[in-house]
């Protein structure tokens, strides 16, 4: 368990890691965040996740203090100093402390979190048998009131359809958006597969936040020949699938065979879901940020 973690260039001990009360974060839920992993000492797609976690501070008007170099420095220090070389890594980034009013104006300096810890990864029975999913009747928030993909720390919205799956006593459950497309799940985004071999995930503009592993998937499965489509598709064409998955930083590529009680394909993990797992973990293990240069 990792045991630092960094507030402000500081390092603290996990209880005396603290944050004021009066952090528009907490209050507000205003700020951005980025869930990122390490393995065996690689950070995978460090960069492209600090990407969109300045995309998402910008799209806020929120201005990190620090230089990308700077944070991509502070996130390897952190998990060297927890002497972690797989590790689940939360960065925060919120408004800061300011006073019990809706602006950020009283915010004066934007408060950075990071905490490295050990992950907790789904069964390994889920990724051979796959997933049985629901989907929620929470709608997945609409892109021109709260863009999902701005990586914000207002997760209500996914939070809400989360119960949902916790009341159907299943992992996952798939949103759609206001217009009744298939937008993403609450932390993963979907990808399915037709009878004839095409993939589709949909397009962020539907309201889906743009992974990290989504684009790592879309870019291997063009290496491997597959046509792939952001195009939007409705609930018909994923119980019609032949393969279903979901991506994400914590799932990496987990496989789907049950969706509102309609089997998927076969019920089984199917043929390029399973190579796509292959592929991913594959990746994982050759590029990434060294975390020790010397080691
Ligand atoms: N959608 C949502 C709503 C998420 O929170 C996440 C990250 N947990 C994802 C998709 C997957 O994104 P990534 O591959 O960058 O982890």
Redesign the pocket.
């Known amino acids: 368990m990792g045991k630092y973690i960094y507030i402000d260039g500081e390092f603290f001990g996990r209880d005396e890691a603290k944050i004021s009360v009066f952090d528009h974060g907490l209050l507000y839920g205003d700020g951005v965040f980025e869930?990122i992993r390490a393995y065996s000492g690689n950070i995978f797609k460090l960069e492209e996740?600090l990407e969109?976690l300045y995309g998402s501070a910008k799209a806020i008007s929120l201005k990190i203090k620090l230089s990308v170099k700077e944070m991509e420095r502070a996130v390897v220090d952190t998990v060297l100093k927890n002497g972690l070389q797989d590790a689940y890594i939360r960065l925060v980034v919120t408004r800061g402390q300011g006073d019990l009013g809706l602006s950020p104006d009283k915010c004066k300096e934007p408060t950075i979190i990071i905490i490295a810890d050990k992950i907790t990864l789904y069964p390994e029975e889920f990724y051979n048998n796959g997933l049985r999913i629901i989907t929620a009747a929470t709608r997945r928030n609409i892109p021109e009131a709260l863009n999902?993909r701005i990586?914000s720390l207002n997760y209500l919205n996914?939070i809400m359809a989360k119960i949902e799956a916790n009341l159907a006593d299943v992992p996952e459950a798939l949103m759609l958006n206001n217009e009744g497309y298939v937008a993403?799940?609450?932390?993963?985004?979907i990808f399915i597969i037709s009878r004839k071999g095409k993939v589709h995930t949909p397009p962020p503009y539907l309201g889906?936040?743009t992974?990290?592993?989504?684009s790592a998937i879309i870019d291997l499965c063009r290496e491997k020949g597959l046509d792939v489509q952001e195009t939007p598709f409705t609930l018909f064409e994923v119980y019609n699938a032949e393969e279903c998955f979901l991506?994400?930083?914590?799932a990496e590529v987990i496989p789907v065979v049950n969706i509102d009680g309609r089997i998927i394909g076969r019920g089984k993990p199917g043929k390029i879901t399973k190579e796509l797992i292959l592929g991913f973990r594959k990746l994982t293990k050759e590029v990434g940020t060294r975390i020790n240069p010397k080691g």
Do not use: S, V
Not at 211 to 214: A, L, M, V, W
């Open positions: 869930g996740h969109r999902p990586k996914n993403e799940c609450t932390g993963d985004n889906t936040l992974g990290i592993t989504r991506t994400g930083t914590a």
